[in-house]
């Protein structure tokens, strides 16, 4: 495999532009492909994925300086190849015009909706799971028989340089276009007249993808993050509670957008869930310095930000556990903490955390927990964990977040036949399986209208007996 720093870089508007121009071209000499020819994109993409992963599981790992191979197979390369495969099975229902009602006013009339594809669109991809977050939005994209440039993340050299040699394998540049370089490439190709343009990263760096799309009118979908809570009940189980959110906290070494962000837990469970929690996660991981097992920080930089994150905690008085004082660290793997006795003031409990990091938050009825989570900007995911049905309707009801899963994190993003999108500032929009079609289509409406024309009763001069018996049996 090349060196990344091998690979020839787009780092002009004018390259960029050109890219998109002749993909432009591309669209208008096919603007519908045809069910089969969309079908068989996906699976060449699909065969070259499953040909290609030990490279790619390799390339992740040498931008991680360390990810479990294991997290690659199952939080990228298996939801990648199960997307693939739900959209090839039911591209052709999906394809299908919908049939819609004619009022009686209208008749005689024939009334559906049709979906076309927009054109050309734009992917930004960020580091975090760059295979998943790439090939997911491309899989939706292509179904939708649409032409589409990705942007890959700089902080993930190796994997982008892997991901755009298979797709060059796979597609005509004039189909599918791999962009790769620094942040000023992203910031242009995000200033293209695509016809639409998905984002998924920072929510900071989302409002400026925003701005630059307002410019060309370009619809966005804006998949963020934000800080996604869990709640344990008065009642279930610590142990199996704690399991699932020291999974969901400590894949991908917590960097993951929907992992669970802090813990609301009934105050006299407080020290019970603690003590779970640390079980579960020595459970998971027996050890974390030389484990492959455990996944590295993506870089010195983000590990930086959560050493400050923790020094800051301690300053204002949080109780900082290390779940594995005895042991050194090394590399950039950090190990998981708890954090106790937080409050507001603290960074932690400001920003999205996107780390091993999980602070605990002490609650005295449910009511006094749901008032927290609504106090705070809509989060991307919300996990409850209880079995009563009454506390779990009352969790769905009094909350809004992108998307929940009760009694278990991070799952609910697997499914292909449910959307997966933010809300507010985690973001708009959605895809996954057919919401990905639909949002990478034009829905567009079509009314048919034969030889008998029943309209010309309403056309002008007013004032008909006819027209006066249509408002009275309509208007009403």
Same mark, same amino acid.
Not at 198 to 205: E, Y
């Given at each position: 495999?090349?060196?990344?720093?091998?690979?020839?870089?787009?780092?002009s508007d004018t390259d960029?532009?050109?890219?998109f121009?002749?993909?432009?071209?591309?669209?208008?000499?096919?603007?519908?492909?045809? #069910?089969?020819?969309?079908r068989q994109w996906?699976?060449?993409?699909?065969?070259?994925l499953?040909?290609?992963q030990t490279?790619?599981?390799d #390339?992740?790992g040498q931008?991680?300086?360390g990810?479990?191979a294991?997290?690659?197979?199952l939080?990228?390369?298996?939801?990648c190849?199960q997307?693939?495969?739900?959209?090839?099975?039911?591209?052709?229902?999906w394809?299908?015009?919908?049939?819609?009602?004619?009022s009686?006013?209208?008749?005689?009339?024939?009334?559906?909706?049709r979906y076309q594809?927009?054109?050309?669109v +734009?992917?930004?991809v960020?580091w975090n799971y760059?295979?998943f977050?790439?090939?997911?939005?491309?899989?939706?994209?292509?179904?939708?028989?649409?032409r589409?440039?990705?942007?890959l993340?700089?902080?993930?050299?190796?994997?982008?340089?892997?991901?755009k040699?298979?797709?060059? &394998?796979?597609?005509?540049?004039?189909?599918?276009?791999v962009?790769l370089?620094?942040v000023?490439?992203?910031?242009?190709?995000?200033r293209?007249?695509f016809?639409?343009l998905?984002?998924?990263?920072?929510?900071?760096?989302g409002r400026?993808v925003m701005l630059?799309?307002?410019?060309?009118l370009?619809?966005?979908?804006?998949?963020?993050?934000?800080k996604?809570?869990a709640i344990v009940?008065?009642? /279930?189980?610590?142990?199996?509670a704690?399991?699932?959110?020291?999974?969901?906290k400590?894949?991908?070494a +917590?960097?993951?957008?929907?992992?669970?962000?802090?813990?609301l837990?009934?105050r006299?469970?407080?020290q019970?869930?603690?003590?779970a929690?640390?079980?579960?996660?020595?459970?998971l991981?027996? &050890?974390i310095?030389d484990?492959?097992?455990?996944t590295?920080?993506?870089?010195?930089s983000q590990?930086?930000?959560?050493?400050?994150?923790l020094d800051?905690?301690?300053?204002?008085g949080a109780? /900082?556990?290390d779940?594995?004082?005895d042991?050194?660290h090394q590399?950039?793997r950090?190990?998981?903490?708890?954090l106790?006795g937080v409050h507001d003031d603290?960074q932690v409990?400001q920003?999205e955390?996107f780390?091993?990091?999980l602070?605990l938050?002490?609650y005295d009825?449910?009511?006094?927990?749901?008032?927290?989570v609504n106090q705070?900007p809509?989060?991307l995911a919300l996990?409850?964990?209880?079995?009563?049905r009454?506390g779990?309707?009352?969790v769905?009801r009094h909350t809004?977040s992108?998307?929940?899963?009760l009694?278990?994190?991070?799952?609910?993003?697997?499914q292909?036949d449910?959307p997966?999108?933010g809300?507010g500032p985690?973001?708009?929009?959605h895809?996954h399986?057919?919401d +990905?079609?639909?949002t990478?289509?034009?829905?567009?409406?079509?009314l048919a209208k034969?030889?008998?024309?029943?309209?010309?009763?309403?056309?002008?001069?007013?004032?008909?007996?006819?027209?006066?018996?249509v408002?009275?049996l309509?208007?009403?």
């Open positions: 495999m090349n060196t990344p720093s091998a690979l020839p870089l787009v780092q960029l532009a050109a890219m121009a002749a993909q432009r071209r591309a669209f208008a000499g096919n603007p519908l492909p045809p #069910a089969a020819q969309r996906l699976k060449s993409l699909r065969q070259a499953l040909a290609d490279q790619l599981i #390339a992740i931008d991680f300086a990810r479990s294991d997290e690659t197979l939080a990228e390369l298996l939801p190849m997307g693939l495969r739900h959209a090839e099975k039911h591209l052709q229902r394809m299908r015009a919908s049939r819609r009602r004619v009686l006013a209208f008749q005689p009339a024939r009334a559906q909706v594809p927009l054109g050309v +734009g992917i930004i960020p760059p295979l977050l790439a090939i997911g939005p491309l899989t939706g994209a292509l179904a939708a028989g649409n589409v440039m990705l942007k993340s700089e902080a993930t050299p190796a994997t982008g340089l892997a991901l040699q298979l797709l060059e &394998r796979v597609f005509p540049s004039d189909l599918v276009s962009v370089g620094e000023e490439v992203g910031q242009a190709f995000a293209l007249p016809d639409h998905l984002f998924t990263g920072a929510t900071s760096v400026q630059a799309a307002a410019h060309n370009t619809p966005v979908t804006l998949e963020l993050g934000g996604s809570p009940s008065a009642d /279930v189980a610590l142990d199996s704690a399991e699932r959110i020291a999974f969901g400590t894949l991908n +917590g960097q993951t957008c929907v992992a669970p962000d802090y813990v837990v009934p006299e469970r407080l019970a869930f603690s003590d929690y640390q079980r579960a996660v020595r459970r991981y027996p &050890r310095a484990n492959p097992d455990y590295a920080i993506i870089n010195p590990l930086q930000r959560l050493q400050r994150l800051d905690a301690r300053a204002k109780q /900082v556990l779940l594995y004082p042991e050194t590399g950039r950090l190990p998981p903490h708890l106790l603290m409990m920003d955390i780390g091993p990091l602070p938050v002490p009825d449910l009511e006094q927990a749901l008032a927290y705070r809509r989060p996990y409850y964990f209880g079995y009563d009454t779990q309707e009352q769905l809004h992108g998307g929940v899963c009694n278990d994190t991070l799952l609910h993003v697997a292909d449910l997966f999108g809300i985690s973001g708009m929009g895809y399986g057919r +990905g079609f639909l990478f289509s034009k829905a567009k409406a079509v034969q030889r008998l024309n029943t309209a010309r009763l309403i056309y002008p001069p007013y004032g008909k007996a006819l027209q006066r018996v408002y009275k309509f208007i009403r």
